[in-house]
């Protein structure tokens, strides 16, 4: 069992920076991924950015150059640190846990920070 506590939300004017943080209960160094998600209303559920275990990232086009995912082993925790933000990146944030190999899909997930960017 993996328990993930994410923190950091808040509200923001656009342009803005905000950083979120995902704490794991146990290492993070077994765990194949960690990705952060948003959901805003009304729109489905994206990956926003992922990070392996290598430390290889991903990001979606919307948020390139924007967002940094990046992970503190000793801290057990994964960051997302926001950038430039823009009222589109309203959502709740969730970060989740790919940690089965025989799975592909993230099996763990937190309980989401909600992100508010004024216009």
């Known amino acids: 069992q993996v328990q993930l506590v994410e923190s950091g939300g808040g509200l923001v004017q656009a342009g803005g920076s905000l950083r979120l943080s995902c704490a794991a209960s146990t290492s993070i160094l077994g765990i194949i991924g960690v990705g952060w998600f948003r959901r805003a209303p009304g729109k489905q559920r994206e990956l926003v950015a992922r990070i392996s275990s290598g430390g290889s990232t991903n990001y979606a086009d919307s948020v390139k150059g924007r967002f940094t995912i990046s992970r503190d082993n000793a801290k057990n925790t994964v960051y997302l640190q926001m950038h430039s933000l823009k009222p589109e990146d309203t959502a709740v944030y969730y970060c989740?846990?790919?940690?089965?190999?025989?799975?592909?899909?993230?099996?763990?997930w937190g309980q989401g920070t909600q992100v508010t960017v004024s216009s």
């Open positions: 989740a846990a790919h940690t089965n190999p025989n799975l592909d899909e993230y099996n763990y």
